[in-house]
Every structure is written in structure tokens, then in C-alpha cells.
């Protein structure tokens, strides 16, 4: 190697390398920071559960066959710490209803979860619908 390329080959080694360090940290940060978001994330899914649960539990059969179809009734909210669950029942058919519940957490970043269960009454009683009656919701 000539005498004169000697020092600027070592400073772009240890400019590569140095490049390479950075740019490690920074993956391992972002993998971390996105390995907590899903951790929240997971986190929404329960309190979703519950709260169709707790829906069909305290199933109002009068009311239900007053409301009309294509009707939607918001159910009564529960607030824990950053998050707010909501529940709706909408009517989609004469004895067909569709339940959807919305987990919101306002921690930066904002993170929103949604599942969804077909049910049908029969005799007043919710019961779910065969072949996959949950869906987790966009």
C-alpha cells in the first residue's frame, strides 16, 4: 500500500465502523421500542374480551327486541388508567345482533384495538353463531 493512502484508509475504517455502531444502537432501540408497543398492544385484547362478555352476560332481552334493525346502542363505557373500553350492539337481522368492542390506550403512540362476535338470540338468550363467530377488527 502506498505510504500516502495509509491514513485515509484507516479513517474511512473507522468511519465505517463507527457508522455500523450507530446504526446498531438504532436498530436495537426501534426493536425494543416496537417490542413494547406490542406488549400494549396485547395487553387490549383482555379488556376487549371482557367487555363483550360482560355484554352478553347482562343481555337486555326487552330492549333488545325494541331496537330496530340496523340500530346501534353504545353500551356504557369502562375507563382504567390511559384506556377507555367501549361496546356496541348493533342489530343486524331480526333475531341476529353484532357486538363490537373498542379498547383505546392514549399513551404515545396511540393504540387502538377492536374485536367483534356474531350472536343470535333464540328464546331471548344470546348465543354465538358456529364457524368462527369472533373477529378481531381493522
Given at each position: 500500500?502506498?505510504?500516502?493512502?495509509?491514513?485515509?484508509?484507516?479513517?474511512?475504517?473507522?468511519?465505517?465502523?463507527?457508522?455500523?455502531?450507530?446504526?446498531?444502537?438504532?436498530?436495537?432501540?426501534?426493536?425494543?421500542?416496537?417490542?413494547?408497543?406490542?406488549?400494549?398492544?396485547?395487553?387490549?385484547?383482555?379488556?376487549?374480551?371482557r367487555a363483550l362478555v360482560e355484554v352478553v352476560a347482562s343481555?337486555?332481552?326487552?330492549?333488545?327486541?325494541?331496537?330496530?334493525?340496523?340500530?346501534?346502542?353504545?353500551?356504557?363505557?369502562?375507563?382504567?388508567?390511559?384506556?377507555?373500553?367501549?361496546?356496541?350492539?348493533?342489530?343486524?337481522?331480526?333475531?341476529?345482533?353484532?357486538?363490537?368492542?373498542?379498547?383505546?390506550?392514549?399513551?404515545?403512540?396511540?393504540?387502538?384495538?377492536?374485536i367483534g362476535v356474531v350472536v343470535r338470540v333464540a328464546n331471548?338468550?344470546?348465543?354465538?353463531?358456529?364457524?368462527?363467530?369472533?373477529?378481531?377488527?381493522?
Open positions: 500500500m502506498n505510504r500516502g493512502m495509509t491514513l485515509p484508509a484507516v479513517l474511512f475504517a473507522l468511519a465505517l465502523t463507527s457508522a455500523l455502531a450507530v446504526g446498531g444502537a438504532y436498530v436495537t432501540r426501534q426493536l425494543a421500542s416496537v417490542a413494547r408497543t406490542e406488549e400494549r398492544g396485547t395487553l387490549l385484547e383482555p379488556l376487549n374480551e343481555w337486555d332481552s326487552v330492549a333488545r327486541t325494541q331496537q330496530p334493525v340496523g340500530a346501534t346502542a353504545e353500551m356504557a363505557p369502562s375507563v382504567a388508567p390511559h384506556v377507555r373500553t367501549t361496546a356496541w350492539i348493533t342489530r343486524i337481522s331480526s333475531s341476529s345482533f353484532w357486538l363490537v368492542a373498542a379498547s383505546f390506550d392514549d399513551r404515545p403512540p396511540t393504540l387502538r384495538r377492536r331471548g338468550a344470546p348465543g354465538l353463531v358456529p364457524e368462527r363467530a369472533w373477529h378481531e377488527l381493522p
